[in-house]
């Protein structure tokens, strides 16, 4: 279309070319990377496949290519949210299969895995492979008695000798293990550790532990860590003299380097700036050793990122000029630099960087219809706002103004506002190019990603706002977020709605029974019940509600207090409801419960339970129904500017 002269047309009624369909078919989701010799690797989830994910190849000058065959899906489900379910090492791949959970090798010459551990109970995570002794090490999570916590270890797995079992146990007696790290000669094993009701960004432990020949440790000591520091991602040195880790014992996730030889721990570039991450997932990566004075690292600060080179030695920090800004999973080898990365004008992409020439190669994006289908002109980047909150504090965001070439507002009129609260809670907006994003805005829309009090990127201090206060902070700064826009004529104050996920699902339900201020919203997968929650869910979480909202049932009249379901007398906005039928981590229930108590209050609600789908939704089908149905129903229910598809 594009015609020369814009259409004339009220915001929120704009017709897009960026639809559901190209959003479904056409993205692929992009995870962790790996380096193995002369070959990259990195994990694809594909909604067309039913969301498979698929472990694939690149080499130089060469073609992609897939490595683990149909129908296998590379996928673990230890802590319920996964990662690191796949590693390389040789050209041979290990991995998890998610239909049952068993640890599988793969070799280079070769498309049949084959199994490395028995049917059962029992899931494999964040493994590394000791070459010396023939064994993947790594963590495993046990549910073979239903009527206890499943208990989580980090056992050897033998490489070669597919029928010894299940694996041999080398460290337990903590509620949760992560990041074994193997040193280059096989002669020791560092891990982290935490226990309830601690999770990983508040309080982890760093042990070190000699192997003998057969690979049993010795008795473990402590490097770092405890209640309240949060260590993030051990790695070895090239020589094993050193373990190199994130810690945010100042404040902040900066670099520290242990020498095994002298004790010493020397903090590396010490700023006001997150090196580490909230350990939602296994396989996380943030830096990697470049060469015995160097690493590779990414930093965020103010919510925004960068890469940079650090030398280990004198603590320089050089900033790595590239065209992205934000980063993920950075691993480094031979003066190669691969990680996924994305930008305002790029989609999330597997990125191999050559830091001789300072030359960057995609070698996959997230989605190609930006390129083939010219969409680029019809993108909005994001811009960064931090904006007046509660109790003399500030909180951020990033604000996406509508825009369409094709069309022009009438004089006066102002757009619909949709507020996005994201996931975690502990989680981040991020401003990487989504046509998620895109879709709202390029139908006269603005979009509103809030990093309200609690999230990552701005610090410890930031991160604990939310201590004992969910579902206060995080309302507040969500309100005061879109308040700031209306304030600046940029958002219509009687067309505001808040969405969002998981955790950013309940912050969007509160945010409708508590605050009289957005006209509307949706529920992804989101909590309503948060005593429900506190009783009834995976061990991984089960205790993250003592630090939330504290504990139950001590303090059930507080869970009460905060949790929608019983004060759904003052939900008088309509809301829709989107839910995965097999969701643990939120079950169906939880959506149920507010959507009956709404119907018998005549309020518009909306219900879609999608068969076959978790926490999250993966496949192309439900990806598109979803985001329609939100649409839809906000164009009939509060927007009033007809359908927009």
């Known amino acids: 279309m594009c015609a020369d002269a814009p259409k004339a047309a009220p915001y929120g009624s704009w017709k897009s070319p960026i639809t559901s369909d190209l959003i479904a078919a056409e993205s692929i989701g992009l995870a962790e990377v790996c380096l193995d010799g002369e070959d990259f690797y990195w994990l694809e989830s594909r909604p067309s496949e039913g969301g498979r994910n698929v472990v694939a190849r690149g080499r130089p000058g060469g073609v992609n290519q897939d490595v683990t065959p149909a129908p296998f899906n590379v996928r673990t ?53 000791d070459h010396r002794r023939a064994q993947w090490i790594g963590v495993r999570e046990d549910h073979t008695d239903p009527n206890v916590e499943p208990v989580n270890s980090i056992v050897a797995v033998s490489t070669n000798n597919p029928g010894l079992g299940a694996g041999r146990v080398l460290a337990a007696g903590h509620n949760f293990f992560s990041s074994p790290r193997l040193s280059p000669d096989a002669s020791m094993l560092a891990w982290l550790a935490w226990d309830h009701p601690n999770m990983p960004w ?83 990566s943030t830096y ?74 995609i070698l996959k994006k997230s989605t190609l219809v930006v390129v083939d289908a010219g969409l680029n002109k019809y993108f909005t980047p994001a811009q960064t706002i931090e904006y007046p909150t509660e109790n003399g504090k500030t909180a951020f965001g990033l604000y996406y103004p509508p825009f369409n070439p094709d069309y022009a507002p009438p004089e006066g009129d102002k757009p619909p506002l949709l507020v996005r609260c994201h996931g975690g809670p502990t989680g981040a907006a991020f401003s990487t190019l989504d046509l998620r994003v895109q879709y709202w805005t390029s139908r006269g829309i603005a979009f509103l990603d809030v990093n309200y009090g609690g999230s990552t990127g701005f610090g410890r201090e930031f991160r604990e706002r939310l201590h004992l206060n969910w579902g206060v902070v995080d309302l507040d700064d969500c309100v005061n977020g879109a308040k700031f826009l ?159 598809f």
């Open 77 to 129: 489900r230890v802590h319920e949210y996964g990662g690191g379910a796949w590693t390389v090492s040789n050209g041979t791949l290990y991995f998890s299969h998610d239909s049952d959970r068993r640890l599988y090798r793969l070799d280079s010459d070769t498309q049949h895995p084959v199994a490395l551990t028995p049917e059962g109970a029992w899931r494999y995570a964040d493994g590394v492979i």
């Open 202 to 284: 508040m309080g982890t432990t760093l042990y070190l532990a000699s192997l003998d020949e057969s690979g049993v440790p010795g008795e473990p000591t402590v490097v770092a860590g405890g209640n309240s520091e949060s260590i993030f991602q051990p790695e070895w040195s090239l020589d094993g003299s050193s373990l190199f880790f994130a810690s945010d014992r100042t404040g902040w996730w900066n670099l520290y380097r242990y020498d095994l030889t002298t004790f010493e721990l020397k903090s590396l570039a010490p700023m006001s700036a997150e090196f580490g991450q909230p350990q939602w997932l296994f396989g996380m």
């Open 288 to 361: 990697s050793i470049l060469d015995a004075e160097h690493l590779v690292c990414s930093y965020t600060s103010k919510g925004q990122g960068a890469l940079a080179l650090l030398n280990s030695t004198s603590g320089k920090l050089s900033t790595i000029d590239t065209p992205f800004n934000n980063f993920f999973s950075v691993r480094a080898k031979n003066r190669k630099v691969m990680f996924r990365g994305g930008a305002a004008a790029i989609p999330w992409s597997i990125v191999l960087l050559d830091l001789d020439s300072g030359k960057s190669e």
């Open 486 to 644: 209306v304030q600046q004529d940029l958002a219509d104050e009687s067309r505001c709605v808040i969405t969002g996920g998981s955790a950013g699902g309940y912050t969007a339900l509160a945010a409708l029974a508590f605050r009289s201020y957005f006209s509307g919203g949706a529920s992804h997968y989101g909590v309503s019940d948060i005593a429900a929650l506190a009783r009834d869910t995976h061990k991984f979480e089960s205790r993250y509600m003592d630090w939330l909202i504290g504990r139950y049932p001590e303090q059930k009249a507080r869970y009460q207090e905060r949790s929608p379901i019983y004060h759904v007398g003052q939900l008088s906005k309509p809301v829709i409801f989107l839910q995965g039928e097999e969701d643990a981590i939120v079950p169906p229930s939880q959506s149920e419960l507010m959507v009956e108590a709404l119907r018998r209050r005549g309020i518009p609600v909306g219900y879609l339970l999608f068969s076959g789908e978790q926490h999250g939704f993966r496949k192309a089908e439900h990806i598109k129904r979803a985001l329609d149905a939100e649409l839809y129903f906000y164009a009939v229910n509060v927007f009033r500017t007809g359908l927009s």
